[in-house]
């Protein structure tokens, strides 16, 4: 059983960047969808960015031009790299990998934005 660890959270000034990184044990990422999702207090989980096997890329309209995603199979990982930060990008951030039928999630790392 695939699992993943989030890390690289924590709190940042408006306009500052931040990057996420998603490690997994238990299984290889190659073949896997991945994606960042991030839930605010009182909001639903939304999906923030998310990348194929293949390396194609999909962003929320809210995050576009200035987050990226990307992912390095060799070390098994996946990363959203977070730049000029708005405080309503404050939420805890969850990485999901994907396959078929098997869904996998992190346990979340909090990033908070201050104006």
Known sequence: ??????????????GGSLRLSCAA???TLNMYYMA?????PG????LV???TSG????YADS???RFTISRDNARNAVYLQMNTLKPE?????????????LNYWGQGTQVTVSS
Do not use: H, P
């Open 1 to 14: 059983q695939v699992q993943l660890m989030e890390s690289g959270g924590g709190s940042v000034q408006a």
């Open 36 to 40: 960042w999702y991030r839930q605010a």
């Open 63 to 65: 995050v576009k031009g």
């Open 55 to 58: 390396g194609s890329t999909n």
């Open 43 to 46: 909001n639903q989980r939304e």
């Open 49 to 51: 960015a998310d990348i």
């Open 25 to 27: 044990s238990g299984g």
């Open 89 to 101: 990008d404050t939420a805890v951030y969850y990485c999901r990998a994907q396959w078929g039928f």
